[in-house]
């Protein structure tokens, strides 16, 4: 079952159910008729026609043109999601960067942005400030296009235990309450916050607006200045017992290698995250505090890349080499249908994904060796997927909206 | 879904589904009458006694003793699963052994058996010629108890992919039509011979049998000659996309250790299994073709670490330093509540849990260790777990036995 942070699922009585289920019919096939809904359905007309005046009023779906659905009878009034009503709001802290987006019920993304932040050198409390700002702007720019935010969920980089945030080394954060900072300074929303891990985030992103959908049970991979793994298996995320599945960035792959900021040694981010592999490559000038951003320094990553700059191709060549080992013992336990090499790793595909490959299939048990694909999200999947997981929320219990 | 080899759990028709939820239901509270078999699962007194004639007609249920159910009202006639009608035979195949086991509907075990067996040194054919002796031993003796077998399932240590065994190294078996073979020397039973991976089926056995139950979600470790892992979350195995998942033995962990049967270098199972424990241990008598079997040679082993025999001692203890190092790789992707050690490393749990506990400590993230508990059922797991795997079917769909 999927949670979001502190508020599981809820049982709703039959006519949330019904809601649901209607709302689902018309996502999945609209626009449609009044008639189809109820053969779909099994509802009777006048079910129908009381569902919809209720989803009408909580502004979640509309009649739109005439559509004709069979050889027989006149065209009818079709029922679609309403695409300029309730929206889901993403948002995302990342180490050094901060994301928002907003999808409509239609899960069209209606709003994004980006802003550089070395969230490593602020206080928690000064980097939610600035997600504030974020929000508020997005919330602002969707209802400049006639849409209304009801719920946003925040995608983290780090383990999360209820309402806080247990440890994000990344960012030096332990034991934060960050459901109660993030509360105090979001907009006010008729839906409580939620929040989440980066890497399960960014696993349902993939899944939903990425390459997901058709690869079956994936992993995939998020790599940041930390990296991340997210499970989907049967549609839905893989968390493990405390939610700290996937924690790949944290496997042993230089058992002398540098100190992590978990305490470990060796641990694979510190040798293949965007730190490792920018300093490698020789892109010295991008450390904490710097003003270069995270797409300028991956860009002038691809820019030395494509020049054929040996130090930089040894340098991705190195850290696909040692993620490809990493992945080959997560295969044996895990055994995806698909790996999925998204966050930085993305706009680097051309050069990881063949040292990648290798070491996976060096490492793998008789030649079972998952296809490795690129998401087209790139660093984009995590904050995609927390404003669809308020949309999934909003679909699984509508009734949400009109209490 | 739980999934036996080649064959899906069917979509039945209501009366099928209706069967199944009455049999569920005696199953957990029986004895019980049919007044209040009738107030718990919504049926009508006629639903159920219908029902309860077509379990009766199959031997499933019986009428015991009269039960007194509350305070007014007289007793009535309680209704149980009926413990001396159809069972389930549990065979296993494994490196050093064969095994039968035969659990009656109420999943009491009623005859156990297990032979030391060389099977790397013969056929598939002639393994499985003894398996079937096995098997027809097993049947009779549950004759002789009023019982009648009426479905098999096979441990195999391997990976299997449909009627197939596609690889099982330490038997020497490669692409082996198990199914096949087995259907062709088995008694002649009422449902299909299912066969599944060893490690799976003793996750199962040590949910339903073992330490289980209150673990939540455990990873549960098969020390043989292999090493194997089965992963249940929410009651279920976790099998990965293609039923490859938990291969913990084939994690590396000596980057410059002795080749293994798979192909690879190094793995765990070279370094952590019964034959390199038993070799560090100064107990070269056993290999292969020896006399001597399983329970033996691990005997003399505890014997050995009984009388404080150093390298008795040392030989364990490195190899749970190996095990622990693995588990904490395997624990930071798969987060389980709990890790359960089976097979050899029952006997050994006296001295191999502390050098895994603190290598698994050693590795874990942020201290997340999951605890590590000791299997009671030790080799027997597997073999019960494929036992219950038939009792599970039956109890899943009661009408297939009227068929």
Not at 37 to 53: D, E, I, P
Not at 95 to 105: E, G, H
Not at 256 to 273: H, I, K, N, Q, Y
Request: glycine share 14%.
């Amino acid at each position: 079952m999927l949670r979001v942070g502190g508020e599981p699922m809820r049982h709703g009585t039959m006519r949330e159910r019904n809601l649901a289920v209607l709302l689902g019919e018309i996502s999945a096939h609209g626009p449609v008729t009044r008639a189809r809904l109820a053969a779909h359905t099994g509802f009777t007309k006048t079910t129908v026609s009381n569902l919809l005046a209720v989803l009408a009023e909580a502004g979640l779906v509309r009649d739109g043109d005439l559509v004709h659905e069979g050889e027989r009878g006149r065209p009818g009034v079709g029922v679609t999601v309403n695409g300029e009503g309730p929206a889901g709001l993403g948002l995302e802290i990342n180490v050094d960067y901060l994301a928002a987006c907003v999808l409509d019920l239609g899960r069209r993304i209606r709003y994004r942005h980006l802003v550089t932040a070395d969230n490593r050198a602020r206080s928690p409390e000064d980097t939610a400030a600035g997600l504030s700002r974020l929000a508020h702007q997005a919330v602002d720019a969707a209802a400049e296009q006639g849409l209304s935010v009801t719920g946003a969920v925040v995608a983290i980089p780090g383990v999360l235990a209820g309402e806080r945030v247990v440890h994000a080394p990344n960012l030096g954060w332990h034991d934060v309450p960050a459901a109660a900072l993030l509360r105090d300074v979001l907009p006010p929303l008729l839906l409580p916050v939620g929040h989440d891990n980066e890497a399960n985030l960014a696993a349902l992103g993939e899944l939903w607006f990425g390459a997901g959908r058709p690869l079956g049970d994936f992993l995939h991979v998020s790599g940041e200045i930390g990296i991340g793994a997210g499970l989907i298996v049967g549609g839905q995320v893989f968390r493990g017992a405390h939610g700290f599945a996937g924690e790949l960035g944290h496997m042993a792959v230089a058992p002398d290698g540098p100190e992590c900021t978990c305490g470990g040694r060796g641990c694979l981010e510190r040798v293949a995250g965007q730190e490792a592999i920018l300093r490698a490559a020789g892109l010295t000038g991008v450390t904490p505090g710097s003003s270069a951003g995270p797409r300028e320094s991956i860009s002038a990553l691809v820019r030395l890349l494509r020049s054929g700059d040996a130090q930089a191709r040894e340098a991705v060549a190195v850290a696909g080499r040692d993620l490809g080992t990493a992945l080959a013992a997560t295969v044996k336990v895990l055994d995806p249908d698909t790996v999925v090499l998204g966050g930085i790793f993305s706009p680097l595909a051309r050069w990881i994904r063949t040292p990648v490959e290798a070491a996976l299939e060096n490492g793998a048990l008789y030649g079972a060796v998952p296809p490795v694909v690129v998401s087209p999200l790139a660093g984009e999947a995590a904050v995609l997927g927390a404003a669809g997981l308020v949309i999934e929320r909003i679909h699984a219990d509508p009734a949400r909206l009109l209490r």
